[in-house]
């Protein structure tokens, strides 16, 4: 009698708490598992589109025994993320052991520990500092031109591109080729824990105290961090050795890096490379995507790079800024193809709040579903149009392709300027086309928790014969030793980076 008594009561409580707690509307779900069932594993955020339109901007549901709040549209986000952020800047727990317990900044609640990570990530990534390594990007970027005269594997070109930037940032070595052991290491460890994250788990807090032996997912997740830890205190040993500057190096003469364990500095380099590598990449192959399906778009982009440049050079960093178009484009693709697009990143109310009459109780996950923020006709007009010009009309449009708050993307500047600088060569070089017989879908991507375009193909073909000479030149005339391009950098900082105290506390 009294386990059925138990039983019941946890099957009650969620209905009492919800009725009584006057949560924002949403879908009716099940005893214990919530609304688990009604989230598909594929395409989530057009699940989330259809309840956005039938209860509103602010969702609720239940994930399993965890309370989540889903935002639709930016007005709601904004309201949220950014103007309450002191309230909703930390992360939810079932965020925090999806991380398995690691140092991983990302998956850190709001403390002294995440200002930490976050001081010296402002350290070497913030705006100022970041333009510093405009040598760098410049050498890659030429290095993809070259490849592309001869390979179309533009996937392999932006992957080599981004992670070698990356890597030669954190570590002071270039990736020359792509397929690097060290690459190859961290990205399958990455792309173990990808497969092994399993968000059912995390919905169920009970499962959290059961035995090792009972949970064979904890001793594996264990495994592949301990793995992951490893390889980044090996790279991060032989990055202080090497003779150049690089982000180990300015990190670990920072306040917040000498407070820590070695295996917490190695973290904090490494997943900023994790995060730059694979963002940028994702970003640059939908920039593809949109150059092959909207070509009147991109000839416009090219119209404006011809009139600002003088002579055969390719465009530098001091066009950029006379390239609106360029940025408009770019814009248009970050709105429509988000690299995430059901989920943005977990926060958490840190206390009890109210919101237009609802409740929103301490504890609970607040998320939002950036493909509905970026399809927001209330802030649009007609979002699934591709129409770079509305940026050009109304430069205040909301963007959130890095986040909100204080958990903004600390790398978006080096990612929107590594981006920004190779889209404007390459328009500049190449003309891009598709192949015929290929899908026109712009929302033909692969599901996961970051998303791609299914694997398509793209033609690039030199705008003439003087930009493929040019292209070629400006390749073999590129400083390509890591070491000088690095003791440039290094010579540029001041003080060699010491402790930032700027980062929002």
Partial sequence: MILFLLLLFLLLLPLYARKKSNLPPGPRGLPLIGNLHQIPAKQPWRRFRAWHKRYGPLVSIRFGQRQMIILGNYRIAQAFLDRRSKTYSSRPELFSQLGGGTPHTLFLPTGPRWRAHRRIHASFLASRQTTRYRPLQDVESRQVLAELLTSNDFAARFHRYSASLAFSLAYGRRIARGDEPEVQAIERIVRELFQAVNPVLAAFPLLSALPAWLAPWRRAAARLHDAQQQLFLALGATAMETPSWNWTLAASRTREAQAMSAAER??????????????????????IRACVLYPEA??????????????????????LDRLPRLDAFLLEVYRMFPTSPAFGAFHAAQEDDVYEGYSIPRGTAVVTNNHSLGFDEETFGDPWSFRPDRWLQDPTLPMSNFGYGRRICPGQHLAHSSIRLITARLLWGFDIS?????????????????????????????????????IEMAWQEAEKDVDVILRQIGSSQPDGILGVRSVTE
């Fill in 434 to 470: 598709g192949v015929p017989g290929q899908s026109t879908d712009p929302h033909d991507i692969t599901d996961g928790l970051l998303a791609r375009p299914t694997p398509f193909e793209a033609r690039f073909s030199p705008r003439s014969p003087q930009h493929k000479t040019r």
């Fill in 298 to 319: 991109v000839r416009q982009v090219q119209e404006e790079i011809s009139s600002i440049l003088r002579g055969d050079d390719l465009p530098g960093w001091e066009d």
């Fill in 266 to 287: 190695a973290w904090v380099t490494g997943i900023t490379f994790e995060a730059a590598s694979d963002t940028t990449t994702l970003s640059l192959e939908f920039v």
